[in-house]
């Protein structure tokens, strides 16, 4: 097993859409696939509104916490878009127009497209740096371990895939999922001594429903791939005296 | 307009599952768009993995800062599913077999099939009311102003829909959905002027990609129609203005 120090990190979506559930985030479920593939354990996801002290406060709590934080939405050119702001407040730091960001819009939007409301987008935190992406000229920036981003999905996903290949990785999380065709009133109490007997991996049940009834997928994960065997071996075992047993 | 006090939710969701991508959770979305349409402000989501110290410290800040906290997943009959237990830690109480609850699972499960892993969905913290629901026998429960409920969708709306007529509401926040047919960026600036002048409504702008393009969804809310109604007004009179000038 690889020896390496673990890295986390925690969403933050900022947006009234979300809250009010006009919008259905999937900007959050992108990102922990990409961070479980990349060996960093997301540990928390929030929600906030578009309120400046409840996303500062937020942001403090998260940032000391995690080794990353990345946030999504609130970073376009409209009165509600208040991240940069929260973010230099949360920080401490002033915010200003960026040349760099500043440059990139005026390649875009000549003479007076270049309006007040899209300049907004080049006001940036003193001391951050920019996420220049392919998706949009507007930039994301990174300050201190908090990676401010889009919230719609596509520059989202081309901010992170800019900021991805600069990221501390951990070990991977490695993982199995068996499909249990049992119910997990069935495997749970030989599943929690399994679990018992190999405290490196961790076991999931995930119970859900088809058209032939409830049934149960079992997650073994672990970052030690010897363990993660065999904590299988025993589950797969398991599942044949379960079914046997049932089916008898 | 109604002089009702608002009321406000938190939505906590417990799982492992949501934190790796393995599981997109819809339960968060779901859940806001009820409670919005029922005049609850939904305030902030959180994700937390199935780990208890977390689940506590989440819950108790949650339930103090809002009036009513909804949790969802964790209450299955595995070894993975704390979040009753963390509930109980959570508010200094107990946790001990409900012998309603036991008495509703005996009912589908007879003789041995109520095994040890079952019986731990019966297992509720001392003073908790149980939320006997349709979908499922195995029950949610409420202490204080907490909600527990199952991460199965069919499940936990189900629940949800049993507590829904208890719940206090407040005055129903109202909202308007104008497609802008212009660019976030072209609009922005006046939008602003606009939201300073109607400081009772709030006005969110909302930028989509779809196959034409850039384009933007303006989102007016109110919890008064008549404040609605008059900065709707302004809106359309400033998008035609904008979309005369950008033909012109």
Not at 39 to 63: F, Q, S, T, Y
Not at 120 to 147: C, H, Q, T
């Amino acid at each position: 097993m690889e020896n390496r120090k673990l890295v986390t990190a925690a969403v933050l979506l900022i947006g009234d859409e979300i809250l009010s559930g006009r919008t259905k985030d999937a900007n959050a479920g992108w990102i922990a696939e990409r961070l479980t593939e990349m060996g960093i354990d997301l540990k928390e996801i929030r929600v906030v509104p578009d309120d400046e002290p409840v996303i500062v406060d937020a942001l403090n709590a998260l940032r000391a916490r995690y080794t990353y934080v990345f946030t999504t939405g609130g970073i376009g050119p409209t009165h509600d878009d208040i991240t940069a702001d929260a973010v230099a407040r949360a920080f401490g730091v002033g915010i200003d127009y960026h040349p760099e960001a500043v440059a990139a819009l005026r390649e875009i939007f000549p003479g007076d497209r270049l309006n007040e409301a899209r300049l907004r987008m080049a006001r940036i935190p003193l001391g951050a740096d920019l996420i220049v992406n392919e998706a949009s000229k507007a930039p994301g920036f990174r300050i201190g371990n908090v990676f401010v981003m889009a919230g719609i999905p596509k520059v989202m996903q081309s901010m992170f895939r800019a900021v991805a290949p600069g990221l501390e990785t951990g070990p991977k999380m490695l993982s199995e999922t068996i499909l249990a065709n049992a119910k997990e009133g069935d495997v749970g109490t030989p599943l929690g001594e399994i679990q018992k007997r190999h405290p490196d991996v961790s076991i999931g049940s995930y119970p859900f429903q088809d058209e032939k009834g409830y049934n149960t997928n079992l997650v073994i994960r672990s970052r030690d791939p010897q363990a993660l065997a065999a904590a299988k071996a025993e589950v797969l075992a398991m599942l044949d005296e379960v079914r046997a047993a049932s089916s008898a």
